[in-house]
């Protein structure tokens, strides 16, 4: 069967055990590990707006990794359930959990296609996934299946890459002009997302929107933005991330 393009990410993963990192973050954050991660500030800031009192409440992370914003969670109270479509990264996930002697379900699963026996959920936090699902209709389908797991008074929150004006594309990748940014492989064989552009095989990778878009996009799926903020990297030709708080939209 065919691979899907975010399923490209399996591969870093086990580079990241191979060199005996912890987390994603620490490939671009010299000063990242397991417990400072870059979504951590915004965390603890909707945490703080929810009140002490997280006894029963149940948290999904979405696109876990190796599950540093999972643990952070169950350490503070919440019953947590984090997914994955990479298995060397939930692998790492239930590692880390062990070590701190925390009860997390990570699972290997695909946001896009969830299984049963999931949800509801107080808290959903999308760490990093949504800018990995290049098509519109992936994203469609797993903001979708967000609001359905979402508890009509639970609070959704998301950071991604968005575009700024000084963003610098490096070598191996290309971006076109609905922000979808191409990544150049050499062998498109199990792909059948892959397109050739100047004799060069190349894989949608990542979609950077500007965030206006991305607003806009939560708003058409059901959530309401109710805060955001955009935040530059320490390389600030790298794409900016915009973190949004949305409350879903109810009848």
């Given amino acids: 069967m065919p691979r899907k393009h975010y399923q490209h ?12 990192k912890t987390s994603w973050d620490e ?4 000063s990242a590990n397991f417990e400072n991660f870059v979504l951590r500030p915004f965390v603890e800031q909707t945490l703080a707006l929810s009140g002490p009192d997280r006894q029963g409440r149940r948290a999904l992370e979405v696109g876990c990794g190796t599950g540093p914003v999972s643990c952070f969670l169950a350490a503070h109270g919440f019953t947590v359930d984090g997914i994955d ?12 959990a062990d070590m701190r002697q925390l009860q997390v379900r990570f699972v290997v699963a695909d946001i896009c ?20 699902l290049a098509h519109n209709a992936s994203r469609q389908r797993a903001l979708a299946a967000i609001r359905l797991l979402l508890k009509d008074a639970g609070v959704f929150i998301v950071e991604m890459m968005v575009w700024h004006d000084k963003l610098r594309i490096g070598q191996r990748y290309r971006i076109d002009d609905d922000g979808m940014l191409w990544l ?8 059948d997302e892959a397109a050739r552009f100047s004799g060069q095989w190349y894989l949608p990778h990542r979609r950077i929107l500007q965030p ?13 933005p109710v805060h955001h903020e955009v935040v530059p990297q320490i390389d ?10 949305c409350v879903p939209v109810t009848t």
């Fill in 85 to 96: 479509i990479s298995a060397s990264a939930i692998a790492m996930a239930h590692r880390h």
């Fill in 113 to 132: 296609n969830m299984p049963p026996g999931f949800g509801p959920y107080d808290l959903i936090v999308d760490g990093h996934c949504l800018h990995c």
């Fill in 184 to 191: 150049r492989i050499d062998d498109a064989q199990d792909y």
């Fill in 212 to 224: 206006a878009q991305v607003l806009e996009e939560l708003r058409q799926t059901g959530f309401d």
């Fill in 236 to 245: 600030q030709s790298k794409p900016h991330l915009l973190r949004v708080r």
């Fill in 27 to 30: 490939q671009s954050d010299p």
């Fill in 9 to 20: 990410d399996e591969a870093v993963y086990r580079q990241l055990q191979h060199e005996g």
